[in-house]
């Protein structure tokens, strides 16, 4: 499939068609790539995806199984449960700014704002509403942000992620950006994203397991052992980009949520699962 | 146009980056070469390809054996450590010499070093 | 009568390498800010190692090191201008191996 894609390319260079006309819809795009895995790894079930190397590696999942009765995340959680009922100076809770009292919505972020043209984030509106309530914004990849979106994140476990992608253009555009950074090289050692977790899922680089695309942010936020500690997606962007040796983009940037818009989209129908424990 | 593009490429590379006869690598090459192979922060090659005596060795790329006679040219050899992408554009291996992450005198110890393989 | 030769030697030969020093400082700035305009330049693509050695550069020249300034700025742009060309490059070679166009 991705010799016929050069094939594509070249003959899109040659004619000089403008390629932007031949633009997937984000539908075509996530079932195209669902298909993509399911054939690259015909034993895992859908849903499996959502346990990323665990789902791929025999010995990696023992480990891991073997985790479960005390996740390292439980306090950060109970911590984040507590920030997350205490009221702010105003009175207010977090409850006010959030659907459904933010109970069991996980699953619904990062959405597109048609009013505000962006994507928002569950830390970003967690931010927000701190703001709106006069209090300071936290900081954005670890510590109490992590701990209150991993709480809310566990009152959502097992519903299905729901991205949507509105019929709007700027919707569209974030979509599109997103998946673009997701494809693109960066860095002086020149991978993208894709580099390994669309072409070498499955494979080892150094000590490291890859995982594949559909199923990642389903986790987040993660506890890494590697961190000792829970961190946000926007973390593991920063740290994927900065050892491809690419600057990264700061946490909550334009960038990092279309990014994180375009890789949530592609994990639709899949459960959410965070937070979880990664190496 | 592309097809042009990428012939002028390749001349500039030949051109520029052509290397001298190489003498017999003493010893120290050699080991400077397994130096910048397995070092993380040099050539990193174990992070993708399982060789010689490396530990927790990736499996992205194939194995490094038998390099002499899987690369009798030399030069050839040089040329896809610089940049691979030029011979195939899908390729994850970084440009090691085009993106400046060896310089040519380090490419070639890390050459005299996978000879021995 | 070989007095003010004389000054003029002694002045002349206090003034090289004030020169030469003033002249590799001048040749450090020149290409430090075409580095760090080029390093701008590549956007959201920037190297990490661009940044490591503008900063080695700039620290260099504050201990009035020029030489080591100079050759660390040197470095930077050249890794800036690949930087750059990865960007221009990845405007359409993103698609290589994208699924879905």
Not at chain 1, 146 to 152: L, R
Request: hydrophobic fraction near 35%.
């Amino acid at each position: 499939m991705v010799k016929a894609k050069i094939i594509l390319v070249v003959l899109g260079a040659a004619l000089a068609v403008p390629q932007v006309l031949a633009g997937s819809t984000p539908e075509e795009d996530r079932k195209a790539m669902v298909e993509y895995f399911m054939q690259m790894f015909p034993d895992v079930p859908f849903e499996g995806f959502v346990n990323g190397q665990y789902a791929l590696n025999e010995d990696r999942r023992r480990q891991w199984e073997s985790m479960q009765d005390f996740p390292p995340y439980e306090f950060a959680v109970a911590d984040g449960q507590e920030m997350f009922e205490t009221p702010f100076a105003n009175g207010k809770t977090y409850a006010s700014c959030f659907e459904n009292d933010g109970i069991g919505i996980r699953q619904n972020y990062p959405y597109f704002d048609t009013e505000k043209n962006e994507v928002i984030t569950l830390e970003l509106a967690i931010n927000r509403c701190r703001e709106a309530n006069g209090e300071e914004p936290l900081k954005w990849k670890k510590g109490a942000i992590a701990s209150i979106s991993g709480y809310m994140a566990s009152t959502s476990q097992g519903k299905p992620i729901n991205i949507k992608v509105p019929d709007d253009p700027d919707a569209l555009a974030a979509y599109q950006d997103g998946k673009e950074f997701y494809y693109s090289r960066r860095g002086q050692l020149n991978f993208s994203c894709a580099s390994c977790h669309v072409q070498n899922p499955g494979k080892w680089i150094r000590g490291d397991f890859l995982s594949p695309t559909v199923g990642q942010p389903a986790n987040f936020p993660v506890h890494r052992s590697d961190w000792g500690e829970m961190g946000t997606l926007h973390r593991r962007f920063a740290g994927c980009n900065t050892n491809v040796r690419a600057e990264p983009l700061p946490a909550q940037s334009e960038g990092y949520r279309n990014l994180e818009y375009f890789l949530t989209y592609m994990s639709n129908g899949l459960p959410v699962v965070g937070p979880a424990t990664r190496p | 146009m592309r097809q042009g593009l990428i012939s002028v490429y390749l001349t500039t590379l030949v051109l520029s980056v052509t290397a001298p006869v190489f003498a017999e690598p003493s010893q120290g090459d050699i080991d400077r070469g397994k130096e910048l192979a397995f070092s993380r922060t040099d050539g990193n090659c174990l992070a993708c390809h399982q060789m010689d005596d490396g530990k927790l060795a990736g499996n992205i790329g194939p194995e490094l054996a038998d390099m002499k006679s899987r690369y009798p040219d030399r030069e050839i050899l040089y040329r896809r450590i610089w940049d691979e992408t030029q011979f195939n554009e899908m390729t994850v291996m970084p440009p090691f010499g085009r993106h400046m992450i060896l310089s040519k005198q380090e490419i070639n110890r890390v050459i005299d070093y996978l000879y021995t393989l | 009568m070989n007095r003010p030769l004389l000054t003029i030697g002694i002045s002349l030969a206090l003034c090289l390498p004030l020169a030469a020093q003033a002249g590799s400082k001048e040749d450090f700035n020149d290409v430090y800010s075409k580095a760090q305009s080029t390093h701008q330049d590549a956007g959201t693509f920037q190297w990490t190692v661009t940044s490591d050695r503008l900063k080695a550069a700039k620290s260099a020249a504050d201990n009035g090191n020029f030489e080591k300034a100079a050759a660390m700025a040197n470095e930077a742009l050249r890794l800036a201008e690949e930087s750059v060309a990865q960007r221009k490059q990845q405007q359409e070679a993103w698609r290589n191996v994208a699924i879905g166009n």
